[in-house]
Every structure is written in C-alpha cells, then in structure tokens.
C-alpha cells in the first residue's frame, strides 16, 4: 500500500513574491542607470551651453528624448533671460550626441511654451510644436518645428487634431534649472 502524504503548502506565497522582488529590483536598476545617464548628460550639457555662451545664471529647462529613433535621447533646451529673449519669445536648442558629446544641431529664437513633440516625423525624425507670438500677430498660434536638411527650423501652422496626437516635452511653467558652477 502506498501512502501519500499531503503537506499545506503554507509558503505558496513566496514564489510570486520573490518574482516581484526580482522586477521591482530591476525596475530600481534601471531606474538607478537613467538617473546615472541623465546625470552624465547634464554635466556635458552644461559644458556645452557654457561653450555655447549661455551664463551661469540663465534660468533653463530642458528635457532628454530620442527625437529620430536612434535610441539616443537629443536634448530639447529652452533658454530664457536677457540674452536669450525677445518681444517674440525666447531661444529653443535642439542637440544631438556625437561620440558621446552635444552638439548644437537647431538654434530657433522667438518660442513660446509649452513644446510639444507631435507623433508626426520628417527624414525619421520627430515634429515638434511651439507657440510663436509676434511678427505682427496679435494672437499667439501654434507653430510646427520639422527637420530638414540637418535642422530643426519653423514651418507653419500646426492643427488641433496633430496638436493632440502629441504631447507635452515641456509644460507652459516648467521648472527652472541653473547650471551648476562646479561642472
């Protein structure tokens, strides 16, 4: 005769548990990496825009993104201040990495907030949308920023259904940064 025993399983949790343990430790990791990443891209960024003539005291923003599908983000900086504004709005840059260096590829004065990078592309790389006041407009109108020729540059108007197919990269009241002196 045989005999089968039958034992409650009373530790029937600890499988999905450590499953979780292990995604949420990756999860941690990757979020550590991107943190050591953009932390990386600042301090080069910094540089750049220091090389670039932007002063220590300009108040920016700017937000990391692969706008052409390199899986390389290019950073979107939107600059403001004396030296960077105008009646029409202020200066956006556009840099992409090169050997692990910034490089200015689109300098686009007279931007208003917020930015927005539309779903729509031009040569593989992502339409952006800004809010452009002046050159004898009393209204402000929603501008689109495409790629071509190796740059950014204005283009025209952008549609209320291509605005919404976008998103925000940089809000109407962003956060301002300073550069840290010490990069």
């Given at each position: 005769?045989k005999l089968s ?21 990756h999860?941690?990791?990757v979020?550590?990496?991107k943190?050591?990443i ?39 900086v939107?600059?403001v201040g004396?030296?960077?504004c ?19 590829i ?54 209320l259904?291509?605005l ?20």
């Amino acid at each position: 005769m045989k005999l089968s025993l039958s034992i409650p399983n009373k530790f029937n949790w600890i499988g999905p548990l450590c499953g979780f343990m292990l995604l949420s430790s990756h999860g941690a990791a990757v979020a550590e990496s991107k943190v050591q990443i953009d932390k990386i891209n600042d301090q080069n960024l910094t540089r750049v825009l220091l090389d670039f003539k932007v002063v220590k005291s300009t108040p920016y923003t700017k937000e990391y993104v692969d706008l052409n599908g390199d899986d390389i983000p290019e950073a979107i900086v939107y600059l403001v201040g004396p030296h960077w504004c105008g009646s029409g709005g202020c200066t956006l840059l556009i840099l992409k990495q090169e050997s692990g260096k910034w490089k200015v590829i689109s300098k686009i004065p007279t931007v208003n907030t917020p930015i927005h990078i539309l779903a729509s592309k031009e040569q593989q790389w992502q339409d952006l949308s800004v809010i452009q006041v002046g050159g004898g407009e009393l209204v402000p109108k929603t501008v689109l920023i495409n790629f071509k020729a190796g740059k950014y540059a204005k283009r025209g108007p952008v549609s209320l259904e291509r605005l919404q197919q976008g998103k925000v990269v940089i809000p109407e009241k962003p956060q301002w940064l300073f550069m840290d002196p010490d990069a």
